[in-house]
């Protein structure tokens, strides 16, 4: 009974990669990869969500890549509110944050990640590809965070070689 958005490695319905979008109506638009990810290697995944590229439908798209290669493209639900999401969601809470579980009885993520990022734009198809080429960021040798008003910014300060 409330917004949402998800990535989610393989899904319990087809047992693929899936994003997708769900509004408090109870509705979901799904973009799902036609095959499984592979077991036991690396996969560069990027989910978009982008309001303003209209190509997916009246509310916006989502765009899902692996690998560098673009899987399918889906709408964005005419009810679901990228800003308000931004904010903590309709109840103003945002408990519901997770990276290798879900709220139903989905099996946890078994793996391991080599980066994480959230962007303050929606990725072009050339910004994923430079990502994709250039590989995951080396291993930081501090973090620092900046709070400024709504804005969260990690800094990754890495040595160079």
């Not at 077991?39 to 692996?66: C, I, K, P």
């Not at 879900?102 to 990725?123: C, K, R, T, V």
């Not at 965070?145 to 709504?150: A, E, I, K, P, R």
Request: glycine share 10%; hydrophobic share 40%.
């Amino acid at each position: 009974s409330s917004d949402y958005l998800t990535m989610i490695p393989r899904n319990g319905a087809t047992n693929v990669l899936r994003m997708s979008n769900h509004t408090a109506s109870g509705q979901e638009p799904v973009v799902d990869d036609a095959t499984e990810l592979s077991t036991g290697g690396e996969h560069h995944l990027v989910a978009v969500y982008d309001q303003n590229d209209l190509t997916g439908g009246a509310n916006g798209s989502m765009n899902l890549y692996r690998d560098n290669t673009h899987v399918g493209t889906g709408a964005i639900h005419a009810d679901m509110d990228l800003n308000n999401l931004a904010s903590g969601g309709v109840s103003g809470v945002d408990d519901n944050i997770w990276l290798g579980r879900s709220q139903w009885p989905d099996a946890l993520f078994d793996g391991m990640y080599n980066e994480f990022n959230i962007y303050d734009h929606a990725l072009s198809a050339q910004e994923v590809a430079d990502n994709f080429a250039a590989g995951p960021v080396p291993e930081p040798t501090s973090l620092l965070l900046l709070v400024s008003g709504s804005v969260l910014a990690m800094v990754f300060c890495r040595m160079r070689r």
